[in-house]
Nanobody
């Protein structure tokens, strides 16, 4: 079992930046891939970025060049640096983890989830 706790969300104006953090605890050694997902009201959960323990990463097209995923393995913290934010980035952002390698963005592949942190971008 892995526990994930997100933080860093908030209200920001369009064009601004936020950095999300996800602190992992428990059997973190058993999880080889972590990712960020988001869900807006009335919409399906979608993958934002994912990162394997070996450093391989993937990004959704709508965040490429704006968001960066990274991790501090020593502290078991996953980050998502979000720049040039747009109103359409408004959503609840979730951290997730899975045992298998493969930086996939399909949320059904992930077994462990945090409670989420709200990001609101005003125009």
């Amino acid at each position: 079992q892995v526990q994930l706790v997100e933080s860093g969300g908030g209200l920001v104006q369009a064009g601004g930046s936020l950095r999300l953090s996800c602190a992992a605890s428990g059997y973190t050694y058993s999880r080889n891939c972590m990712g960020w997902f988001r869900q807006a009201p009335g919409k399906e959960r979608e993958g934002v970025a994912a990162l394997d323990r070996d450093g391989s990463s993937s990004y959704a097209d709508f965040v490429k060049g704006r968001f960066t995923i990274s991790q501090d393995n020593a502290k078991n913290i996953l980050y998502l640096q979000m720049n040039s934010l747009k109103p359409e980035d408004t959503a609840m952002y979730y951290c997730a983890a899975k045992a298998q390698y493969g930086a996939a963005l399909w949320y059904l592949l992930y077994s462990d989830w945090g409670q989420g942190t709200q990001v609101t971008v005003s125009s």
